[in-house]
């Protein structure tokens, strides 16, 4: 089945704790993506990856790194997370970046 | 990437047809009109897409206007399924940009 996987699906954590959010496609995809979505602002991309080794900034990457050195595989790094990060975070991933996205389920993140 | 607007909600009646604005007006040429729909905080759905002629499909049918500066999602015979936010982008086909998706419209879907 084509999917668009995500870990954890909820996470709580303290302010300054290193997280990583893993994502990973099955669909051979080459464009991949990072969402944030909280409420009255509606989704905003972090950062996106055009393929292995290329990543590029999205509208809010401050605060997060990616990483890009599997083609399925495109996790979102928190090094020192702070409140202001507690969101709803979510993963896409498509032939290119105008192409259909398919999203994750969703990683729900708190950061104390 | 070209803004889209859309109106933050709409009510329609269970087994209307729902009917939901965005207006592009800055959209380029090669640019596309993507609607998706996000229902309660599940991952977005993607449900068409079109460059400047009408398009349907099993879900939704998507009219562009002739000057491209807006286009309507219309939802024939809509269900309480449908209550969910739905969101209007413009993107360029095939290319490798950042996506703006805005604050979509919460359409809810009456009894």
């Known amino acids: 089945e084509a999917q668009v996987t995500q870990n954890p699906r909820y996470l709580i954590t303290v302010t300054g704790k290193k997280l990583t959010v893993t994502c990973s496609q099955n669909?051979?995809?080459?464009?991949m993506s990072w969402y944030r979505q909280d409420p009255g602002l509606g989704l905003r991309q972090i950062y996106y990856s055009m393929n292995v080794e290329v990543t590029d900034k999205g509208d809010v990457p401050e605060g997060y790194k990616v990483s890009r050195k599997e083609k399925r595989n495109f996790p979102l790094i928190l090094e020192s997370p702070s409140p202001n990060q507690t969101s709803l975070y979510f993963c896409?991933?498509?032939?290119?970046?105008?192409?259909?996205?398919?999203f994750g389920p969703g990683t729900r993140l708190l950061v104390l | 990437d070209a803004k889209t607007t859309q109106p933050p909600s709409m009510d329609c009646a269970e087994g209307r047809a729902a009917n939901l604005p965005c207006n592009h007006s800055?959209?380029?040429?090669?640019?596309?009109v993507y609607w998706y729909r996000q229902i309660h905080s599940q991952g977005p759905q993607y449900i068409i897409h079109g460059l400047k002629n009408n398009e349907t499909n099993e879900m939704a049918s998507l009219i562009i206007t002739e000057d491209r500066k807006s286009s309507t999602l219309i939802l024939p015979h809509a269900t309480l399924r449908d209550t969910a936010v739905y969101y209007c982008i413009v993107r360029v086909f095939g290319g490798y940009q950042k996506v703006t998706f805005g604050t979509g419209t919460k359409l809810q879907v009456i009894p």
């Open positions: 896409a991933s498509s032939w290119s970046g105008g192409e259909t996205q398919y």
């Open positions: 669909m051979n995809h080459e464009y």
């Open positions: 800055t959209i380029s040429g090669n640019e596309y």
